[in-house]
């Protein structure tokens, strides 16, 4: 087992850790969680015998072989999956002797080694490492390779397979899937489902922690506390322990109220396609673990578009990809506002390429695209991370998009990103991964697009600005398409599903479930429009539907309007009942102020009901024209 006992732990004159005591058992699965900056990558490299306790001491059995991801790639001309068998440390080694025996023709060495090979299974060592390759997306013939021939986030995947490769007692993983598609996801999910050793999990993916962990060690406030079960169990176990705290009680309800807001206005639009019930069941899951979140750094809103159209953007026939070779063909979408879409495929298919044309940045080798006049495109992109003017401050990027903006308005616009105080006004060269994709997605919402397309916005953010993402997007009036292996941003955000494969992109008739399901049993037929019955009817019914929202956007704009109107008037009312709380307010000298909260608070009752009854004859006459559509 891993003990930490007693452990303190200073990086500098900061405390991480602080008299902490803890076990994990062998075989455990473990997520460990925490803000940036407390301590998880330290916790690490304690385990890695890479950094010293300040006092107390971590231990584990001394035979125990411990593996874990390199985050360089050496350049080299070994083949992809001969890179890989270098996980097998004692098979390399094995084999190595064996080489030196067979070239000094020593018969009884050769005889032990082959003894010692078979031992530990060295003759399925190849296909071991063959499946792993496949598993994390690369394809046959890529295994012989040179690693040298790889880019930066393939040779990622080839140090993960090295790391699986070994046949290790305690396995350490940062953010293994930063650098994976969703189908590689699938598979390593099951593959760290059926490890026998201990596994210690970094990862900012919800869905995959709740896939794979059965207890979860959350650091803050420098100390480590175990929760039994995955990552839900313990967001409900932690929203119930800070829902005990008075102090955080009150903001626990505002953000609960705010969240089960998204819940009644969805479920008033959705209809009854299996995406759209799965994403109402995940926005009823966000208000249950609203609580949990409450001391969340990260609180932004994107502002209505500039201007809006309908269609603010249509493909017609269109062909695109490089050269003269299409990758995608027959391409046909009209984006309305208030679509959602979410891209599924195989690596490679495409997702990034039709994710570039949309944006403008790739030209259609064939075919028409069209946008909306005067409307802004958003695109968010890895790559876009190093467009940041280095030596520039966050401050400082706000002000290149906007001149009129003062220093006061840009800082609080990107404290909302958390970047306070000085960091606010740093130059951002230094700042991390997850910093920098915080910036871009600042500018992003800063120029309040009518389109947004995102493409794998998720990479490096951590669990919590994925939730405050999560939840400004419900506010977005604008259309959406995502690319992302994180599953719980497409169920929480996407309406539609549509599958780049084969060529070709196109409606997918299913739910996320539906899309794992494929990925991990092959054989099944591919459910998209073009292969399933009933086409001209599923065509006809989308047409009916993108007609439906067209007529039902006044009464969406009655509905939002109404709630902005209802926050307000709440906050009013809660002023007043505050006010009210005071007992010198009944003093006789008190009497005309009194009377004028008395006042104030029944007319903002009765506004208030007014509101409330435009809000549900709209969301009432919504759901109906839903539930005829």
């Given at each position: 087992?891993?003990?930490?006992?007693?452990?303190?732990?200073?990086?500098?004159?900061?405390?991480?850790?602080?008299?902490?005591?803890?076990?994990?058992?062998?075989?455990?699965?473990?997520?460990?969680?925490?803000?940036?900056?407390?301590?998880?990558?330290?916790?690490?490299?304690?385990?890695?015998?890479?950094?010293?306790?300040?006092?107390?001491?971590?231990?584990?059995?001394?035979?125990?072989?411990?593996?874990?991801?390199?985050?360089?790639?050496?350049?080299?001309?070994?083949?992809?999956?001969?890179?890989?068998?270098?996980?097998?440390?004692?098979?390399?080694?094995?084999?190595?002797?064996?080489?030196?025996?067979?070239?000094?023709?020593?018969?009884?060495?050769?005889?032990?080694?082959?003894?010692?090979?078979?031992?530990?299974?060295?003759?399925?060592?190849?296909?071991?490492?063959?499946?792993?390759?496949?598993?994390?997306?690369?394809?046959?013939?890529?295994?012989?390779?040179?690693?040298?021939?790889?880019?930066?986030?393939?040779?990622?995947?080839?140090?993960?397979?090295?790391?699986?490769?070994?046949?290790?007692?305690?396995?350490?993983?940062?953010?293994?899937?930063?650098?994976?598609?969703?189908?590689?996801?699938?598979?390593?999910?099951?593959?760290?489902?059926?490890?026998?050793?201990?596994?210690?999990?970094?990862?900012?993916?919800?869905?995959?922690?709740?896939?794979?962990?059965?207890?979860?060690?959350?650091?803050?406030?420098?100390?480590?506390?175990?929760?039994?079960?995955?990552?839900?169990?313990?967001?409900?176990?932690?929203?119930?322990?800070?829902?005990?705290?008075?102090?955080?009680?009150?903001?626990?309800?505002?953000?609960?109220?705010?969240?089960?807001?998204?819940?009644?206005?969805?479920?008033?639009?959705?209809?009854?396609?299996?995406?759209?019930?799965?994403?109402?069941?995940?926005?009823?899951?966000?208000?249950?673990?609203?609580?949990?979140?409450?001391?969340?750094?990260?609180?932004?809103?994107?502002?209505?578009?500039?201007?809006?159209?309908?269609?603010?953007?249509?493909?017609?026939?269109?062909?695109?990809?490089?050269?003269?070779?299409?990758?995608?063909?027959?391409?046909?979408?009209?984006?309305?506002?208030?679509?959602?879409?979410?891209?599924?495929?195989?690596?490679?298919?495409?997702?990034?390429?039709?994710?570039?044309?949309?944006?403008?940045?790739?030209?259609?080798?064939?075919?028409?695209?069209?946008?909306?006049?005067?409307?802004?495109?958003?695109?968010?992109?890895?790559?876009?991370?190093?467009?940041?003017?280095?030596?520039?401050?966050?401050?400082?990027?706000?002000?290149?998009?906007?001149?009129?903006?003062?220093?006061?308005?840009?800082?609080?616009?990107?404290?909302?990103?958390?970047?306070?105080?000085?960091?606010?006004?740093?130059?951002?060269?230094?700042?991390?991964?997850?910093?920098?994709?915080?910036?871009?997605?600042?500018?992003?919402?800063?120029?309040?697009?009518?389109?947004?397309?995102?493409?794998?916005?998720?990479?490096?953010?951590?669990?919590?600005?994925?939730?405050?993402?999560?939840?400004?997007?419900?506010?977005?009036?604008?259309?959406?398409?995502?690319?992302?292996?994180?599953?719980?941003?497409?169920?929480?955000?996407?309406?539609?599903?549509?599958?780049?494969?084969?060529?070709?992109?196109?409606?997918?008739?299913?739910?996320?479930?539906?899309?794992?399901?494929?990925?991990?049993?092959?054989?099944?037929?591919?459910?998209?429009?073009?292969?399933?019955?009933?086409?001209?009817?599923?065509?006809?019914?989308?047409?009916?539907?993108?007609?439906?929202?067209?007529?039902?956007?006044?009464?969406?704009?009655?509905?939002?309007?109404?709630?902005?109107?209802?926050?307000?008037?709440?906050?009013?009312?809660?002023?007043?009942?505050?006010?009210?709380?005071?007992?010198s307010l009944y003093e006789a000298t008190q009497?005309?102020?009194?009377?004028?909260?008395?006042?104030?608070?029944a007319t903002a009752r009765s506004q208030l009901?007014?509101?409330?009854?435009?809000?549900?004859?709209?969301?009432?006459?919504?759901?109906?024209?839903?539930?005829?559509?």
């Amino acid at each position: 087992m891993i003990k930490l006992q007693n452990l303190s732990v200073r990086r500098g004159i900061r405390l991480l850790f602080e008299s902490v005591n803890l076990t994990i058992n062998p075989g455990k699965k473990v997520g460990l969680t925490g803000a940036n900056g407390t301590g998880k990558s330290s916790l690490f490299a304690l385990l890695q015998d890479q950094l010293q306790a300040d006092h107390g001491s971590v231990s584990f059995p001394p035979h125990w072989v411990t593996a874990h991801v390199a985050q360089e790639t050496p350049a080299v001309d070994m083949s992809a999956l001969d890179y890989a068998l270098q996980g097998d440390a004692e098979y390399v080694t094995l084999q190595t002797a064996l080489a030196k025996a067979e070239a000094e023709h020593d018969g009884a060495k050769q005889s032990e080694l082959h003894d010692q090979l078979a031992a530990i299974d060295a003759y399925t060592a190849r296909s071991r490492a063959g499946k792993l390759l496949h598993g994390l997306g690369f394809k046959a013939e890529q295994e012989s390779h040179p690693v040298i021939s790889f880019s930066g986030g393939w040779r990622m995947r080839l140090n993960l397979a090295q790391a699986l490769m070994c046949r290790s007692d305690l396995l350490l993983l940062d953010e293994p899937t930063n650098h994976l598609d969703l189908e590689a996801v699938y598979w390593l999910e099951e593959w760290l489902r059926n490890y026998q050793g201990t596994l210690v999990l970094i990862s900012h993916d919800r869905d995959f922690l709740d896939r794979v962990v059965t207890q979860v060690c959350h650091i803050e406030h420098q100390a480590i506390k175990s929760y039994t079960g995955n990552y839900s169990a313990f967001e409900l176990a932690r929203a119930e322990h800070l829902a005990n705290q008075q102090a955080a009680h009150q903001k626990q309800q505002r953000e609960i109220a705010h969240i089960r807001s998204y819940v009644t206005r969805f479920k008033a639009q959705a209809t009854k396609a299996r995406q759209a019930q799965s994403r109402i069941k995940a926005l009823e899951r966000m208000e249950l673990i609203a609580a949990a979140h409450v001391d969340s750094p990260f609180h932004f809103r994107f502002l209505p578009p500039t201007r809006l159209t309908t269609p603010v953007l249509s493909l017609d026939k269109i062909a695109v990809g490089y050269g003269e070779t299409p990758l995608l063909s027959g391409i046909k979408l009209s984006l309305a506002p208030g679509d959602r879409i979410g891209l599924l495929g195989p690596n490679g298919a495409g997702k990034s390429t039709l994710i570039k044309l949309i944006a403008g940045e790739l030209p259609p080798l064939q075919g028409k695209r069209k946008e909306g006049k005067d409307i802004r495109i958003a695109y968010f992109a890895q790559h876009q991370l190093e467009q940041l003017v280095m030596d520039d401050s966050p401050v400082n990027h706000i002000q290149r998009l906007d001149p009129k903006a003062s220093e006061g308005e840009c800082r609080n616009f990107v404290g909302g990103f958390g970047f306070h105080g000085d960091d606010a006004l740093a130059p951002v060269g230094p700042f991390s991964g997850g910093e920098k994709a915080r910036l871009v997605l600042a500018l992003l919402v800063y120029q309040k697009p009518a389109v947004l397309l995102l493409d794998e916005p998720t990479n490096h953010l951590d669990l919590e600005m994925r939730l405050a993402l999560t939840m400004a997007l419900q506010d977005f009036e604008g259309a959406l398409i995502v690319v992302s292996h994180d599953r719980h941003l497409i169920r929480t955000v996407a309406d539609d599903l549509w599958l780049v494969a084969d060529g070709q992109a196109k409606p997918f008739d299913g739910d996320l479930d539906d899309y794992r399901q494929w990925c991990l049993a092959k054989d099944k037929p591919l459910k998209i429009e073009a292969s399933a019955p009933g086409i001209n009817a599923k065509k006809d019914g989308r047409r009916a539907a993108a007609d439906a929202r067209q007529r039902l956007q006044p009464l969406r704009n009655t509905v939002k309007k109404a709630e902005k109107e209802m926050t307000s008037l709440q906050q009013i009312l809660n002023d007043v009942e505050e006010g009210l709380a005071d007992n010198s307010l009944y003093e006789a000298t008190q009497k005309d102020k009194l009377k004028a909260l008395l006042a104030k608070q029944a007319t903002a009752r009765s506004q208030l009901e007014l509101v409330e009854m435009a809000w549900l004859e709209a969301s009432e006459a919504i759901e109906i024209a839903a539930q005829q559509t």
